[in-house]
């Protein structure tokens, strides 16, 4: 299993990035997927998920502005993000797991202990 996040950049306020996670040795309409953040000196956190069920849920700042897709036939995972803030700048990570375990997955994404592939980080640096 592999993965190669790309897309990141800088760029103003208002603006907007595409993220792509370009994934192999797997099926990835078979995995739950997920795009993480990390800001500097802070543990990386959730932004956006598909789940095993195809559920797809927020994390609550980006709701409305993010949007998580996949290309199943490029084998490919999206972050569209419009509306950029400067608060959305960090290192951003995409993710998969065959199958996640775990409490309020009705409602809401997997951890982050639940995946064990990740792709490298992207940087996505927004200014005022």
């Known amino acids: 299993v592999q993965l190669q996040a790309s897309g990141g950049g800088s760029v103003q306020s208002g603006s907007s990035l595409r993220l792509s996670c370009l994934t192999s040795?797997?099926?990835?309409?078979?995995?739950?997927v997920g795009w993480f953040r990390q800001f500097p000196g802070k543990e990386r956190e959730v932004v956006a998920c598909i789940n095993n069920d195809r559920a797809i849920f927020y994390e609550d700042s980006v709701k409305g502005r993010f949007a998580i897709s996949r290309d199943n036939a490029k084998s490919t995972l999206y972050l569209q993000m419009d509306s950029l803030r400067p608060e959305d700048t960090a290192v951003y990570f995409c993710?998969?797991?065959?199958?996640?375990?775990?409490?309020?997955?009705?409602?809401?994404?997997?951890?982050?202990?639940?995946?064990?592939?990740w792709g490298q980080g992207t940087q996505v640096t927004v200014s005022s």
């Open positions: 993710a998969a797991e065959r199958v996640i375990y775990y409490s309020n997955s009705h409602n809401s994404c997997p951890p982050r202990w639940g995946y064990n592939s």
């Open positions: 040795g797997f099926a990835l309409e078979d995995y739950a």
